[in-house]
């Protein structure tokens, strides 16, 4: 169980096009989804927590108009990277929350889209 | 706000030797800890997570991690490696009732025959 999925796996885009990355979990809902950017050999920065039904919250420097993200079902969130640069080329991670066998909220994660801005 | 540190950014052992990966954190208050580990081409497992209570924690595939609140910290073990445990590992760290996780650097650690 706690499965996530991401959608693509891999994107290439060019410069100042979107492209939409899709988080679902599969078999279990999700009010609250988490989306991470991680760059090479560095750890997983946390860009936004994704509520359903609300609007998702932005970490610090994480620019809102250029990364959107809707959650629009308790299965599926989206991110968007608007006008795509080069320096947005990046592996980007999804989480879904949900009540684990220890009896708290635990993060499961997604097998990450890798995008790639020509 | 909570920083994770992981020091050893490269790790090399051989088949059976034993590993300690280092993580420390940086919060005064309540934590919840976690390792999580990211094999070649895959997505980020857990291996063990800590709550509450016993801070000798077990995990999956024969690893432990043990909190020491005095240290701030929650080492990774395993008293013998094996070739497939050749992965990133990842400490991580929320506080409260805080669901917002943050990750230290990671470690690479790369296990030879």
């Known amino acids: 169980g706690a499965v996530v999925s991401q959608h693509p796996s891999r994107v290439i885009c060019k410069s100042g096009t979107s492209v939409k990355i899709e988080c679902r979990s599969l078999d279990f809902q999700a009010t609250t989804m988490f989306w991470y950017r991680q760059f090479p050999k560095k750890s997983l920065m946390l860009m936004a927590t994704s509520n359903e039904g609300s609007k998702a919250t932005y970490e610090q420097g994480v620019e809102k108009d250029k990364f959107l993200i809707n959650h629009a079902s308790l299965t599926l969130s989206t991110l968007t990277v608007t006008s795509a640069h080069p320096e947005d080329s990046s592996f980007y991670i999804c989480s879904a929350l949900t009540y684990g066998t220890s009896g708290r909220n635990e993060q499961y994660f997604g097998p990450g889209t890798r995008l790639t801005v020509t | 706000a909570q920083s994770v540190s992981q020091h050893n950014h490269h790790v090399i052992l051989s088949e059976a030797a034993s590993l300690e990966l280092g993580c420390n954190y940086s919060?005064?208050?309540?934590?919840?800890l976690f390792w999580y580990v990211q094999y070649p081409g895959q997505h980020l497992q857990l291996l063990l997570k800590?709550?509450?209570?016993?801070?000798l924690v077990k995990g999956i595939k024969g690893f432990e991690a043990e909190f020491i609140k005095s240290k701030f910290s929650f080492n990774l073990r395993k008293p013998s490696v094996q070739w497939s445990d050749t992965a990133e590992y990842f400490c991580?760290?929320?506080?409260?009732?805080?669901?917002?996780?943050?990750f230290g650097t990671g470690t690479r650690l790369q296990v030879t025959l």
């Open positions: 991580a760290v929320n506080t409260g009732t805080a669901s917002k996780l943050t």
């Open positions: 800590y709550f509450s209570g016993d801070p």
């Open positions: 919060y005064g208050g309540t934590v919840n």
